[in-house]
Protein backbone atom coordinates (compact mmCIF):
# COMPACT_ATOMS: atom_id res chain seq x y z
CA UNK A 1 0.00 0.00 0.00
CA UNK A 2 1.32 3.37 -1.00
CA UNK A 3 1.34 6.27 1.47
CA UNK A 4 1.20 9.98 0.92
CA UNK A 5 4.75 10.41 0.68
CA UNK A 6 4.73 8.25 -2.26
CA UNK A 7 1.97 10.16 -3.60
CA UNK A 8 3.79 13.03 -3.40
CA UNK A 9 7.08 11.64 -4.90
CA UNK A 10 5.58 10.08 -7.83
CA UNK A 11 3.66 14.00 -8.37
CA UNK A 12 7.57 15.63 -8.61
CA UNK A 13 8.62 13.05 -10.61
CA UNK A 14 5.37 13.41 -13.35
CA UNK A 15 6.45 17.39 -12.21
CA UNK A 16 10.00 17.00 -13.61
CA UNK A 17 11.18 18.96 -16.80
CA UNK A 18 7.34 20.28 -16.50
CA UNK A 19 6.67 22.46 -13.97
CA UNK A 20 5.84 25.65 -16.65
CA UNK A 21 3.26 24.22 -18.56
CA UNK A 22 1.75 22.33 -15.14
CA UNK A 23 1.86 25.43 -13.37
CA UNK A 24 0.54 27.76 -16.33
CA UNK A 25 -2.39 25.11 -16.62
CA UNK A 26 -3.27 25.34 -12.84
CA UNK A 27 -2.99 28.93 -13.02
CA UNK A 28 -6.08 29.03 -16.05
CA UNK A 29 -7.96 26.04 -13.98
CA UNK A 30 -7.73 28.19 -11.16
CA UNK A 31 -9.27 31.38 -12.69
CA UNK A 32 -12.14 29.54 -15.32
CA UNK A 33 -13.42 27.70 -12.24
CA UNK A 34 -13.00 29.86 -9.34
CA UNK A 35 -12.31 33.65 -9.52
CA UNK A 36 -14.87 36.35 -8.24
CA UNK A 37 -14.83 39.97 -9.66
CA UNK A 38 -14.95 43.22 -7.42
CA UNK A 39 -16.14 45.32 -10.08
CA UNK A 40 -18.35 48.54 -9.25
CA UNK A 41 -21.90 47.32 -7.61
CA UNK A 42 -25.68 48.90 -8.47
CA UNK A 43 -27.60 48.30 -5.15
CA UNK A 44 -31.27 49.04 -4.99
CA UNK A 45 -33.00 49.09 -1.41
CA UNK A 46 -36.75 49.50 -1.16
CA UNK A 47 -37.91 50.25 2.37
CA UNK A 48 -40.90 52.64 4.04
CA UNK A 49 -42.04 52.89 1.19
CA UNK A 50 -39.02 54.92 -0.55
CA UNK A 51 -36.74 53.70 -3.35
CA UNK A 52 -33.20 53.91 -2.75
CA UNK A 53 -30.35 53.69 -5.41
CA UNK A 54 -26.51 53.36 -4.64
CA UNK A 55 -23.48 52.95 -6.90
CA UNK A 56 -20.78 50.94 -4.64
CA UNK A 57 -17.13 49.88 -5.20
CA UNK A 58 -15.41 47.67 -2.48
CA UNK A 59 -18.53 48.25 -0.35
CA UNK A 60 -18.04 52.10 -0.90
CA UNK A 61 -20.60 54.23 -1.74
CA UNK A 62 -19.58 56.59 -4.40
CA UNK A 63 -22.55 57.76 -6.01
CA UNK A 64 -26.01 57.73 -4.15
CA UNK A 65 -29.97 58.76 -5.08
CA UNK A 66 -31.94 59.07 -2.62
CA UNK A 67 -36.03 59.66 -1.53
CA UNK A 68 -36.59 61.98 -4.23
CA UNK A 69 -35.99 59.94 -7.62
CA UNK A 70 -38.74 60.06 -10.11
CA UNK A 71 -41.68 57.60 -10.37
CA UNK A 72 -40.45 57.04 -14.04
CA UNK A 73 -36.96 56.72 -12.97
CA UNK A 74 -38.19 54.47 -10.28
CA UNK A 75 -39.69 52.09 -12.80
CA UNK A 76 -36.29 52.18 -14.51
CA UNK A 77 -34.57 50.87 -12.10
CA UNK A 78 -36.70 48.16 -10.82
CA UNK A 79 -36.27 47.14 -14.67
CA UNK A 80 -33.01 47.29 -14.69
CA UNK A 81 -32.66 45.41 -11.44
CA UNK A 82 -34.56 42.64 -12.86
CA UNK A 83 -32.83 42.70 -15.93
CA UNK A 84 -29.00 42.69 -14.21
CA UNK A 85 -30.36 39.61 -12.02
CA UNK A 86 -31.51 37.64 -14.32
CA UNK A 87 -28.37 38.20 -16.42
CA UNK A 88 -26.07 37.07 -13.20
CA UNK A 89 -27.86 33.52 -12.93
CA UNK A 90 -27.69 33.42 -16.81
CA UNK A 91 -23.90 34.23 -16.42
CA UNK A 92 -23.46 31.79 -12.85
CA UNK A 93 -24.65 28.82 -15.12
CA UNK A 94 -22.92 29.54 -17.72
CA UNK A 95 -19.41 29.80 -15.55
CA UNK A 96 -20.68 26.68 -13.51
CA UNK A 97 -20.65 24.48 -16.76
CA UNK A 98 -17.46 26.70 -17.45
CA UNK A 99 -16.13 25.24 -14.31
CA UNK A 100 -17.12 21.87 -14.72
CA UNK A 101 -15.50 21.00 -18.23
CA UNK A 102 -12.17 23.01 -17.36
CA UNK A 103 -12.52 20.27 -13.95
CA UNK A 104 -12.49 17.97 -15.96
CA UNK A 105 -9.64 18.77 -18.33
CA UNK A 106 -7.64 19.49 -15.61
CA UNK A 107 -8.02 16.13 -14.15
CA UNK A 108 -7.28 14.17 -17.67
CA UNK A 109 -4.31 16.73 -17.95
CA UNK A 110 -3.02 15.38 -14.61
CA UNK A 111 -3.50 11.77 -15.11
CA UNK A 112 -1.53 12.02 -18.42
CA UNK A 113 0.97 13.78 -16.24
CA UNK A 114 1.77 11.44 -13.85
CA UNK A 115 1.04 8.38 -16.35
CA UNK A 116 4.83 9.78 -18.01
CA UNK A 117 3.18 12.14 -21.23
CA UNK A 118 3.84 15.50 -21.63
CA UNK A 119 -0.34 16.58 -22.44
CA UNK A 120 -0.33 19.78 -24.15
CA UNK A 121 -2.56 22.75 -23.11
CA UNK A 122 -5.43 22.25 -24.92
CA UNK A 123 -6.23 19.55 -22.58
CA UNK A 124 -7.45 21.40 -20.32
CA UNK A 125 -10.49 22.23 -22.08
CA UNK A 126 -10.70 18.71 -23.81
CA UNK A 127 -13.99 17.52 -21.96
CA UNK A 128 -16.16 20.29 -24.34
CA UNK A 129 -17.48 17.55 -26.38
CA UNK A 130 -18.93 16.21 -23.13
CA UNK A 131 -20.06 19.23 -20.68
CA UNK A 132 -23.18 18.17 -19.79
CA UNK A 133 -22.11 14.83 -18.00
CA UNK A 134 -19.20 17.00 -16.12
CA UNK A 135 -21.75 19.21 -15.11
CA UNK A 136 -24.62 17.54 -14.42
CA UNK A 137 -22.30 15.33 -12.36
CA UNK A 138 -20.78 18.61 -10.57
CA UNK A 139 -24.37 19.73 -9.94
CA UNK A 140 -25.20 16.01 -8.75
CA UNK A 141 -22.13 15.96 -5.79
CA UNK A 142 -23.23 19.51 -4.80
CA UNK A 143 -26.97 18.78 -3.99
CA UNK A 144 -25.83 15.28 -2.61
CA UNK A 145 -23.23 17.05 -0.07
CA UNK A 146 -26.00 19.36 0.78
CA UNK A 147 -28.26 16.96 1.70
CA UNK A 148 -26.06 14.92 3.85
CA UNK A 149 -24.84 18.50 5.53
CA UNK A 150 -28.34 19.14 6.68
CA UNK A 151 -28.12 15.80 8.48
CA UNK A 152 -25.12 16.60 10.28
CA UNK A 153 -21.27 18.37 9.17
CA UNK A 154 -19.65 15.01 9.48
CA UNK A 155 -21.89 12.85 7.24
CA UNK A 156 -21.45 15.81 4.95
CA UNK A 157 -17.84 15.77 5.14
CA UNK A 158 -17.23 12.20 4.06
CA UNK A 159 -19.79 12.16 1.36
CA UNK A 160 -17.17 14.83 -0.32
CA UNK A 161 -14.45 12.37 0.29
CA UNK A 162 -16.95 9.35 -1.53
CA UNK A 163 -17.58 11.55 -4.46
CA UNK A 164 -13.86 13.00 -4.84
CA UNK A 165 -12.67 10.66 -7.33
CA UNK A 166 -15.65 11.40 -9.97
CA UNK A 167 -13.71 13.73 -11.78
CA UNK A 168 -10.98 11.87 -12.37
CA UNK A 169 -13.48 8.88 -13.43
CA UNK A 170 -15.07 10.90 -16.21
CA UNK A 171 -11.88 12.28 -17.37
CA UNK A 172 -10.66 8.64 -17.86
CA UNK A 173 -14.00 7.20 -18.62
CA UNK A 174 -15.84 9.99 -20.50
CA UNK A 175 -18.66 7.19 -22.00
CA UNK A 176 -20.22 6.81 -18.45
CA UNK A 177 -23.12 9.26 -17.05
CA UNK A 178 -23.19 11.35 -14.10
CA UNK A 179 -24.57 8.59 -11.88
CA UNK A 180 -22.74 6.13 -12.92
CA UNK A 181 -19.24 8.24 -11.97
CA UNK A 182 -20.48 9.05 -9.39
CA UNK A 183 -21.14 5.13 -8.18
CA UNK A 184 -17.79 4.27 -9.17
CA UNK A 185 -16.59 6.76 -7.12
CA UNK A 186 -18.26 5.87 -4.24
CA UNK A 187 -17.08 2.73 -4.08
CA UNK A 188 -13.84 3.02 -5.02
CA UNK A 189 -13.17 5.68 -2.14
CA UNK A 190 -14.65 2.50 0.59
CA UNK A 191 -11.62 2.40 2.15
CA UNK A 192 -10.16 5.00 0.89
CA UNK A 193 -11.24 8.22 2.18
CA UNK A 194 -8.89 8.25 5.19
CA UNK A 195 -5.94 7.89 2.85
CA UNK A 196 -6.88 10.81 0.63
CA UNK A 197 -7.29 12.89 3.78
CA UNK A 198 -3.52 11.88 4.71
CA UNK A 199 -2.50 12.72 1.73
CA UNK A 200 -4.49 16.31 1.77
CA UNK A 201 -3.28 17.06 5.27
CA UNK A 202 0.28 16.55 4.30
CA UNK A 203 0.61 19.30 2.48
CA UNK A 204 -0.37 21.62 4.86
CA UNK A 205 3.62 22.63 5.50
CA UNK A 206 3.41 23.69 1.88
CA UNK A 207 0.64 25.67 2.12
CA UNK A 208 1.68 27.92 5.54
CA UNK A 209 5.04 28.42 3.93
CA UNK A 210 3.12 30.03 1.09
CA UNK A 211 1.08 31.98 3.10
CA UNK A 212 4.27 33.52 3.98
CA UNK A 213 5.07 34.51 -0.19
CA UNK A 214 1.13 35.99 0.07
CA UNK A 215 -0.10 33.47 -2.01
CA UNK A 216 2.63 33.49 -4.86
CA UNK A 217 3.65 30.05 -3.71
CA UNK A 218 0.70 28.62 -4.81
CA UNK A 219 1.02 28.82 -7.96
CA UNK A 220 3.83 25.89 -7.62
CA UNK A 221 2.02 24.14 -5.23
CA UNK A 222 -1.37 23.66 -6.30
CA UNK A 223 0.08 21.86 -9.88
CA UNK A 224 1.96 19.50 -6.61
CA UNK A 225 -1.25 18.57 -4.95
CA UNK A 226 -3.02 17.90 -8.32
CA UNK A 227 -0.52 15.30 -9.63
CA UNK A 228 -0.18 13.65 -6.38
CA UNK A 229 -4.38 13.16 -6.16
CA UNK A 230 -4.00 12.12 -9.83
CA UNK A 231 -1.21 9.55 -8.60
CA UNK A 232 -3.52 8.56 -5.58
CA UNK A 233 -6.49 7.87 -8.16
CA UNK A 234 -4.78 5.69 -10.74
CA UNK A 235 -3.33 3.40 -7.51
CA UNK A 236 -6.84 3.06 -5.94
CA UNK A 237 -8.47 2.47 -9.74
CA UNK A 238 -5.40 0.03 -11.17
CA UNK A 239 -3.52 2.01 -13.29
CA UNK A 240 -0.39 2.48 -11.23
CA UNK A 241 1.94 5.46 -12.35
CA UNK A 242 5.47 4.14 -13.81
CA UNK A 243 8.30 3.29 -10.95
CA UNK A 244 9.96 6.46 -9.85
CA UNK A 245 13.46 6.13 -7.26
CA UNK A 246 12.24 7.71 -3.70
CA UNK A 247 13.75 11.13 -3.53
CA UNK A 248 13.28 11.48 0.25
CA UNK A 249 9.98 12.97 2.27
CA UNK A 250 7.80 16.38 1.26
Known sequence: MKYAADFRQEARAALQGKW??????GLVAAILGGATSDGPEFKINFSGGELDANLQYAGQTIYSWGDGIAPGLRAFLIGG?????LAAVVMGILYFILGSVVEGGYARFNLKL?????PPFETLFSYFPHWKTIAVAQLLQTVYILLWMCL????????GYSYAMTSYILAEHPELTASEAIAQSKAMMEGNRWRLFCLQFSFIGWSLLCALTL?????ALRPYEMAAYAAFYREISGGAAPETESEGVY
Do not use: F
Not at 20 to 25: D, K, Q, R, T
Not at 114 to 118: D, V, Y
Not at 152 to 159: F, R, S
Open 20 to 25: PLAILV
Open 81 to 85: AVYLI
Open 114 to 118: TGGEK
Open 152 to 159: LVIPGIVA
Open 215 to 219: GIGNL
